[in-house]
């Protein structure tokens, strides 16, 4: 089962998008991941509890790229057309089983990485989505996910840094967009209030 829902996936539709993230087309998850890789439109959402840690997620063994890593809370890809906080939402929900009242964007990181197990590449215009929730741990569907954490930012970086194996390579610039947007040590108290753009390679 948990194979025909990683194969399901693949076949689903990315929208690809232009220099400026604009939507020219689309093509299937697995063709849009394959080298050299099409830019293409995805998410990457980061929730915060009341004092500032950042939930990650420990991606599964049958994840099609970068399995068994560290990540933030979650990723995806929303359909052609589609709502990218609708996307996330969703997706929240089938690997989080959470429910997010609010998720406001922080910013788009455009990155492209090689997965170094074989031929995989992500090559994503990402929009960073940013939320708050209370402090327990969600219950995650371990078809996606096989364990989640609490972690304080600024230590988080620091064992990127030391062990960049460890964790997704998108990881570090989603982090650095969202601690742009706004000071996540109170972050109770504010919201993000402005954007931006960024773009890393590995």
């Given at each position: ?12 539709l ?12 689309s ?81 788009i990181?455009?990155?492209?990485a ?78 993000p209030?402005t ?8």
């Open positions: 089962m948990t194979t025909e829902i990683r194969s399901d996936r693949e076949a689903l990315v929208e690809l998008v232009d220099e400026h993230g604009r939507a020219i087309g093509r299937s998850v697995a063709e849009a991941h394959r080298p050299p890789g099409y830019l293409h439109r995805a998410f990457s959402v980061l929730l915060y509890d009341a004092s500032g840690r950042i939930l990650l997620q420990r991606r599964s063994a049958v994840k099609t790229r970068f399995p068994q890593r560290f990540s933030n809370t979650c990723c995806g890809h929303p359909a052609p057309g589609q709502d990218v906080v609708a996307a996330a939402s969703i997706r929240l929900m089938e690997e989080l089983n959470l429910t997010v009242t609010e998720l406001t964007e922080a910013g990181y455009r990155y492209r090689a997965d170094p197990r074989g031929d995989q590449v992500e090559h994503e215009w990402d929009h960073v989505l940013v939320g708050v929730i209370s402090d327990g741990l969600p219950d995650p569907n371990p078809a996606e996910v096989s364990e989640c954490a609490w972690a304080d930012p600024a230590e988080l970086l620091g064992r990127i840094s030391t062990a960049p194996e460890s964790y997704t390579p998108w990881l570090r610039g989603v982090l650095e967009i969202a601690t742009h947007a706004a000071d996540f040590t109170h972050v109770g108290n504010k919201k209030s954007r931006g753009s960024v773009s890393g390679s590995s």
